[in-house]
């Protein structure tokens, strides 16, 4: 982010808008207004560059969103949550939110995911422990950066990615698996062996073995048959399912 960018707050608890201020002040934003709600929002404030909206339901932030974006059609918008559904990321990516950050992730990990969102054209959600990859789609293939930041993040069990998102602009996902466990996931959903993992990867059996004990333990599943079901659940297979499709 660049030094002096403006920001907005709007959060209805004080304590917490005033910690976020404090934070983020701290590392070069300009917050130039902070509010309870978008009602209260000053109508002559000229447009920021980044709308940091605190924890609300998730029918409610939506709906600020849409407003905010009405209002400033080039902000990026941000919500922090407390708790979300696969079906709330679902709700908020239909929105106008432009990423989501838990409220339980690290003051550095939440610069570091801010500075992510304003700088690139992608949006961004925060979803798991773990080290983090973040997966771009281009196309409809998926590409992998790792993120400049802090990876300390501590978002609820149950959110997860449901599923292919039909949007105009393109959606990174902040997980927990890095690209090698993507690629050795989806090619467990494949049904493919340890032994052919490895060959197609150009690593050891052993190495593999490291990489599906490091996949259980970040879905938090206990065997290969349920990570491939936690996989298929999220989308995984809806690229080998298309490509049997095509060769048939």
């Known amino acids: 982010m660049k030094q002096g960018s403006t920001t907005v707050v709007i959060e209805p608890r004080s304590l917490v808008r005033e910690a976020l201020i404090s934070l983020l002040t701290g590392h070069s934003y300009q917050v130039v207004g902070n509010f309870g709600s978008t009602a209260g929002m000053d109508k002559s404030l000229p447009a920021p560059g980044l709308v940091v909206l605190g924890a609300l339901p998730v029918e409610e932030a939506a709906s600020a969103a849409g407003s905010i974006r009405a209002r400033w059609a080039k902000a990026k918008i941000v919500l922090l949550f407390e708790r979300a559904s696969a079906a709330d990321i679902q ?20 610069i570091g995911t801010l500075q992510q969102i304003t700088q690139s054209g992608h949006r961004i959600v925060v979803l798991q422990t773990g080290p983090l990859a973040i997966a771009r789609s281009t196309g409809g293939q998926e590409k992998f950066d790792e993120p400049a930041v802090a990876h300390n993040y501590a978002a609820p069990a149950d959110v997860a990615q449901n599923g292919p998102i039909d949007r105009k602009t393109s959606v990174s996902i902040v997980h927990g698996l890095s690209q090698r466990e993507e690629q050795v996931l989806k090619s467990v959903v494949r049904g493919h062996s340890n032994k052919m993992i490895a060959r197609t990867c150009g690593v050891t059996d052993s190495t593999i073995k490291v990489h599906m004990k490091s996949i259980l333990r970040k879905i938090r599943v206990e065997n290969r048959t349920q990570a491939a079901i936690w996989a298929l659940e999220r989308g995984y297979g809806v690229e080998s399912t298309q490509q049997v499709k095509a060769a048939a």
Request: aromatic fraction near 0%.
């Open 91 to 110: 709700k908020l990516l239909a929105s106008e939110i432009d990423g989501c950050i838990p409220l339980s992730a690290s003051p550095d990990a939440l």
